[in-house]
């Protein structure tokens, strides 16, 4: 059976986990997933002043599809962030449901409980990272014809192999 296309798959419910410090790129993400035609839960748009937060984190939480973790160093440090990590492996531990998407931003270490889920390693939001994204979430392969095409020159340099 083929992968689903952007205009074929189904309409999912996302809830963007992330830390503070990484709120631009929650941002981000919604942006993707808005433009895919996707539903999306992020603190910054649906949180009212005055809310309480661990009842929006539930309400979100159980309304999603998939919770993309923006995983990085300072989200391993929240105690939110990782109660919300948390709430999507447990409902998915094998992973048979994609329900706990990782997306790791810098070189912290991915809980080992969680070790064995793929999760997207990206650094920036190019235009690459986002295709990369979006191939992961609708299934597709990511495409890279728009990018400049490299090509060997032939010009190494020289390395004396008693030198090391």
Partial sequence: MASPTLATAPKLNYFISRSGANAEWGLWVAEILTELGHEYTLQDHHFPL???????INAGLERSDHVIALYSEPYSKSD???AEFEAAYN???????????????DDCAIPQIASPLVYLDLRDRSARSRR??????TGERPSYRDEQVRTFTGNLPIVD????
């Fill in 50 to 56: 005055g809310a309480g937060v661990v009842h929006e």
């Fill in 80 to 82: 939110y962030c990782m």
């Fill in 91 to 105: 409902l998915d531990p094998r992973g048979k449901k994609r329900r706990l998407l990782i997306v790791r931003l």
């Fill in 132 to 137: 990369q994204l979006v191939a992961r979430l």
């Fill in 161 to 164: 192999p008693h030198a090391f």
